[in-house]
Every structure is written in structure tokens, then in C-alpha cells.
Nanobody, 124 residues
Framework: QLHVVESGGGSVQPGGSLTVSCTTSGFTSDYSYIGWFRQAPGKEREMVSCISKSEDRIHYSDSVKGRFALSRDKAKNTVFLQMNNLEHDDTSVYYC?????????????????WGQGIQVTVSW
């Protein structure tokens, strides 16, 4: 059984930084990609970033490229999403998922394993 738990959300002012973490357990050879998603009220779920099992390939959506950075601590089975220069539009529930395919298309990830989501709010 694969488990995914997000942590580290909260509130931050525009221009500030925040790091959210994703701790996973029960990796298998089939499910070995980690993806971050977000969903704001009234909007569709958007894929933010993903990382391959080998760590040498990291992808970002255009909306966060240059501001967000993904990293991984294999010993702790944890992936970190460092979010810098945050904007009001970054306010969302952020989700982490384990998937089978390395893709920035969110649809194949639906069949993966998901965390419960964590709120990130950017406001004064």
C-alpha cells in the first residue's frame, strides 16, 4: 500500500516563500514518480511540478517556472516544493501524488496515490 502525506502549508504574504513537503512510503517499481498539483476554489486541478525516480529530470508548469523548486531527500522518502516570490494566484490546496508516468499532463495521475492536500494562502 502506498501512502502520501503533505505537510508545511500555511499563510504567507505576497513575495514571500514557503516550503511544502511530501512524504511517501511503499514505493513500487511501477509507481515511482512524484507530482505536485494545486487546486484553487472554482478552478480545475493544475499540475505544478514532477520529479523522476532517478532525480535527474524535474519539470515545472509555466506558471511556476523560475519561482518554485523541487528537491528530494531519498533517505527520508520526502520531496520538497520550495515556493518563492509567491503571488495571490498561488493560493490553492496543494496535493502530492505518486504516479506511474513521467508527464506534466495531469490526467494520467488520476489513477495514482494521492495525499489529502494542504492549504497554501498568499495574502496581506
Amino acid at each position: 500500500q502506498l501512502h502520501v502525506v503533505e505537510s508545511g502549508g500555511g499563510s504567507v504574504q505576497p513575495g514571500g516563500s514557503l516550503t511544502v513537503s511530501c512524504t511517501t512510503s511503499g514505493f513500487t517499481s511501477d509507481y515511482s514518480y512524484i507530482g505536485w498539483f494545486r487546486q484553487a476554489p472554482g478552478k480545475e486541478r493544475e499540475m505544478v511540478s514532477c520529479i523522476s525516480k532517478s532525480e535527474d529530470r524535474i519539470h515545472y508548469s509555466d506558471s511556476v517556472k523560475g519561482r518554485f523548486a523541487l528537491s528530494r531527500d531519498k533517505a527520508k522518502n520526502t520531496v520538497f516544493l520550495q515556493m518563492n516570490n509567491l503571488e495571490h494566484d498561488d493560493t490553492s490546496v496543494y496535493y502530492c501524488a505518486i504516479g506511474r508516468i513521467e508527464t506534466m499532463d495531469a490526467r494520467p495521475w488520476v489513477g495514482g496515490y494521492w495525499g489529502q492536500g494542504i492549504q497554501v494562502t498568499v495574502s496581506w
